[in-house]
């Protein structure tokens, strides 16, 4: 796909072009790192595009309590984890309630109490420190990528090289045999979902950013993106395979599809079906290669 659009259109060609659409596709990257993980040991996060979005009002209340830059932006990934931790694991694990059904619950409340902060409309902010992270660079490098590209790495290690990372795969593998072997089991879905949360936090703060202001309607969609990039990165629904490069692949072919489509001259309107269609190829294919 790459070397078709470098061959066929221009813009694809400028160095800058590209460095812009991977600061734009580096939230959606990192949203994608924690669903990975959620789908890994057998589940989904609808809510992760609705905590985007919520994180923004979180920033807007600190800000206006004139908390510094340093509190905002811990103060607000601490209510991101608390609801991925508290809500979405707990509420799973101890009620046994069905993931499906949680994370829709937080997908539909939190857009509501979102815009009930900012009373129905976008409100304007300023952040150094945000303002910093949307649009400053390190080494030429824009700190939105450098970011990604940092918790990325956290993670990898965490997945491939710690006993909490080949938990996560024994439970998606199995989570009765990881039970029996002395997983625990509640704990590494609960551990999930607050990543999951947190990474769709920090995408939240890089949303504020981008827009120099909380917006009622920020976030929204932007869930099924990062969930159709972990399915065709190959991270199978039924769990316990695949792997966060696959993930940054299928980020990546997202991005360049999409910006493809939008620079041969397609309506902006027909966007939204092709990536649907593509969800729904990616899951096709999945349920393929589980029959296989």
């Known amino acids: ?30 949203m994608a790192f924690g669903q990975t993980l959620v789908v890994l040991q057998v589940g989904f996060d609808l809510s992760t595009g609705a905590v985007q979005g919520f994180t923004g009002g979180v920033v807007y209340l600190l800000v206006g309590w004139h908390w510094n830059d340093g509190l905002v932006i811990v103060g607000a990934l601490a209510v991101s984890a608390f609801i991925g931790v508290v809500i979405h694991g707990l509420l799973i694990t101890k009620l046994k309630m069905n993931f499906f059904i949680v994370t829709l619950a937080t997908f539909t409340i939190l857009p509501s109490l979102l815009r009930v902060i900012l009373d129905g409309s976008s409100k304007s902010l300023t952040s150094p420190a945000l303002d910093s992270l949307a649009y400053g660079a390190t080494f030429g490098v824009r700190n939105q990528v450098v970011l990604a590209v940092i918790v990325f790495a956290i993670l990898w290690v965490v997945l491939n090289l710690t ?115 593509t969800l729904l190829i990616a899951v096709a294919v999945d349920k393929a290669r589980r029959e296989a």
């Open 1 to 30: 796909m790459f070397a078709g659009a470098l061959a066929f259109i221009p813009a694809m060609r400028d160095g800058n072009y590209l460095m812009i659409q991977l600061s734009a596709y580096s939230a959606i990257a990192i």
């Open 163 to 277: 006993v909490f990372g080949r938990n996560v795969y024994a439970v998606g593998s199995n989570r009765e045999a990881a039970r029996l072997v002395g997983v625990r089991v509640g704990l590494v879905t609960i551990a999930c979902y607050g990543i999951s949360a947190l990474c769709a936090g920090i995408a939240g703060l890089m949303l504020v950013g981008n827009l120099g202001a909380a917006d009622p309607g920020a976030g929204l969609g932007n869930e099924f993106l990062a969930l159709t990039a972990v399915l065709l990165g190959g991270t199978r629904f039924s769990g316990g395979q695949g792997s966060l490069f696959g993930t940054v692949l299928g980020v990546v072919f997202l991005g360049l599809l999409t910006n493809m489509l939008l620079l041969s001259g397609m309506p902006q309107f027909w966007i939204g079906a092709v990536q649907g269609a």
